[in-house]
């Protein structure tokens, strides 16, 4: 089955500086994958989707990920950092057309002024 | 459209009490999702249904949870009798088509004495 590894469970980043949260995935077929932001006392939000076009996929709120199969990653990052970017951040993967999605552990996200 | 809508938001019960929580879907989705987060297992599917039917339940901790979805729009999971363990947010998810964004309800959290 497929699933997804978010490394690091807690990042800190200034104000302004770069934000980059690891994932990576283990699917036996192409899969498709996204990244959701999930702010406190709310449901996940989507950030941004990867469905086999462009492997470098634009999302909300100026963050960005790319699709790399031979590292088997779809890293998210986003080049300044903005206080309201704090919040958790899931990394998860599809294979299959029911829609059997499969969440990492997620990522805490705080940004320093 | 008004979104994914669950109820309870908040809910305080006793162990061995029966736990009812409810999910309405977005108009026009045809695929639902239970997911449970805690702290200590993050975002775990427990079952999900398309076209109100359950296609894989084997997130279903055990006997005492159960989800029946009795029309297109509304589903509801049960939990009975409850124990402390069960302590958690409750998220439902719907999605429109295959490898669809998940568009997630606020979640209810429930607490379990």
Known sequence: AQSVTQLGSHVSVSEGALVLLRCN????VPPYLFWYVQYPNQGLQLLLKYTSAATLVKGINGFEAEFKKSETSFHLTKPSAHMSDAAEYFCAVSENRNNDMRFGAGTRLTVKP | ??????SPRHEVTEMGQ????????????????????TMMRGLELL???NNNVPIDDSGMPEDRFSAKMPNASFSTLKIQPSEPRDSAVYFCASVTSAYGELFFGEGSRLTVL
Do not use: M, P
């Not at chain 2, 108009?27 to 639902?32: A, D, E, I, T």
């Open chain 2, 1 to 6: 459209d008004a979104g994914v809508i669950q």
């Open chain 2, 18 to 37: 029966e736990v009812t929580l409810r999910c309405k879907l977005i108009s026009g989705h045809n695929s639902l999702f239970w997911y449970r987060q």
């Open chain 1, 25 to 28: 995935y283990s699917s036996s």
């Open chain 2, 47 to 49: 079952i999900y249904f």
